[in-house]
């Protein structure tokens, strides 16, 4: 009897692999027994590699998920490159600060058309897909502000808060075909979308301040809540938002 969180022959989509939490979560996976396509607009050289020294396959995809005009394309070669698709990690996205008196339209447009528009239609894509082979997982990244209002980030918090209610209308929809949607919410966690808070002294004593864990979390942090989400030991688990967040909401 396999293990349940076994991925050993199932195939994953990661946008953004190849930095911070994509990254890592494209090798957990992989770890667990999935071969994984590494979806993004900078080559992820480094993932696949990590990938291959596992022994599990890596297909490398590009695409700019600033727009929709992939998401058809990125299924399409993931099927034609690993053969299968049994789970999508909506992870890559953008920040963009600014007081909410003057945050402009561009700012707004762009996380938005990334961070929820790309993640709705690429979701849409791999969903019939999904729904057509009998079953499936998607796991959209999330945020601490898919449950606060954050500050100085009005797009970003207006995307990760639209992520949350998504997940649970996929889930909805889908959970009779199979198709489980959950999401995870990341604390603070060090990568380059958080390299100008860790640079702030003030903000980042405020930060560390408040997380009962002490620390900033690493992107492998991630990587365990991935895993499960992806495999059958998640097969009920459905429009869930998982916090792996060193108990920041708790306080
Ligand atoms: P990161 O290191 O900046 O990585 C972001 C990833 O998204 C990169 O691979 C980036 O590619 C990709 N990306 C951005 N725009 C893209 C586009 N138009 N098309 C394709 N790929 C694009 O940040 P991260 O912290 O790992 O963030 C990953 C996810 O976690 C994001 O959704 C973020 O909002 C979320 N998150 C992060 C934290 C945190 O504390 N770090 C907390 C909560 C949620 P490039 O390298 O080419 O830019």
Redo the contacts with the bound molecule.
Sequence with gaps: MSHPFDLSGRVAIV????????QAIAVALAQAGADVACV???PADETAAHIRALGRRAALIA????TIEPVERIVAETVAALGRLDILVN?????RRGDAVDFTEADWDAVID??LKSVFFLSQSAGRHMIAAGGGRIIN?A??LTFQGGIRVPSYTAAKSGVGGLTKLLANEWARYGVTVNAIA?G??A????AALQADAVRNAAILDRIPAARWGA?GDLGGAAVFLASDAAAYVQGHVLAVDGGWLAR
């Design positions: 946008t953004g692999a190849n930095t911070g939490i994509g993004g607009r900078t695409a700019d998920l600033s992870n890559a996205g953008i920040i990334t961070n990244i945020s601490m990341p603070y966690i990568t380059n979308n958080t992107p």
